[in-house]
Nanobody, 122 residues
Framework: QVQLVESGGGLVQAGGSLTLSCAASAKIFRANTMGWYRQAPGKQRELVATITRSNTTDYADAVKGRFTISRDNAKNTVYLQMNSLIPEDTAFYYC????????????????WGQGTQVIVSS
């Protein structure tokens, strides 16, 4: 079973930085689009950023210019560098990846991480 394992969350003061990481726990053939989403208390989960295998990126307007998504295809890992954090960035951050598990299969499935909490204090 493929699991996405996240790390890097925590408590930070406004203006600070954090880097989140997310890696697939099992051997896979290929991860296609990967991304980060977040969910604040009482709110719906929302897109933060996505990155394709060829490194085309997309960002939510709220994080443009402050967050940077990147990936390492050899490690099937995606990162989220978060700078100039503000209290409104407080949320659980979830990794998502569209994965083809086996070389002989074209089936792509979407996987989610368990979430990592980011708290930004004012």
């Amino acid at each position: 079973q493929v699991q996405l394992v996240e790390s890097g969350g925590g408590l930070v003061q406004a203006g600070g930085s954090l880097t989140l990481s997310c890696a697939a726990s099992a051997k896979i053939f290929r991860a296609n689009t990967m991304g980060w989403y977040r969910q604040a208390p009482g709110k719906q989960r929302e897109l933060v950023a996505t990155i394709t295998r060829s490194n085309t990126t997309d960002y939510a307007d709220a994080v443009k210019g402050r967050f940077t998504i990147s990936r390492d295809n050899a490690k099937n890992t995606v990162y989220l560098q978060m700078n100039s954090l503000i209290p409104e960035d407080t949320a659980f951050y979830y990794c998502n990846a569209n994965i083809i598990r086996y070389r002989w299969s074209s089936v792509e499935n979407s996987y989610w991480g368990q979430g990592t909490q980011v708290i930004v204090s004012s």
